[in-house]
């Protein structure tokens, strides 16, 4: 059963950086495309990085372009989200997400449309001073 796990969600100054992570199981990465994306209270869930393994493709939101970069372990079956530069604006609920790359025209479509079939549960991260 495929399953993601994310964590690392904290309160972070302004400024300030995070690392969240989303360890998954029940399937072999390279036949996913991988996605966060992040919800902030009043606002609809927004895509915000999303890559393509397998041709090494990679959408990323104009929000958060140059301050966060998606990462890999697949000896560990984690991926990871480094957040730089952080702003209040950053404030949501962060999730990964995955999708059979075959199921999807782009990672821009997964991203923009949330063309998603799985969801991690979800960590909380709060940017203030």
């Known amino acids: 059963q495929l399953r993601l796990a994310d964590s690392g969600g904290d309160l972070v100054q302004p400024g300030g950086s995070l690392r969240l992570s989303c360890k998954f199981s029940?399937?072999?990465?390279?036949?996913?495309?991988i996605g966060w994306f992040r919800e902030a209270p009043g606002k609809e869930r927004e895509g915000i990085l999303c890559?393509?393994?397998?041709?090494?493709?990679?959408y990323v939101a104009d929000s958060v372009k140059g301050r966060f970069t998606v990462t890999r372990d697949e000896d560990k079956h984690t991926t990871y989200l480094t957040m730089n530069n952080m702003k209040p604006d950053d404030t949501a609920v962060y999730y990964c997400?995955?999708?059979?790359?075959?199921?999807?025209?782009?990672?821009?479509?997964?991203?923009?449309?949330?063309?998603?079939?799985?969801w991690g549960q979800g960590t909380q991260v709060n940017v203030s001073s």
């Open positions: 997400a995955a999708e059979l790359i075959d199921w999807i025209a782009s990672v821009h479509e997964m991203c923009t449309l949330r063309r998603v079939g799985y």
């Open positions: 890559e393509n393994s397998r041709d090494g493709s990679t």
């Open positions: 029940g399937f072999e990465y390279i036949h996913y495309a």
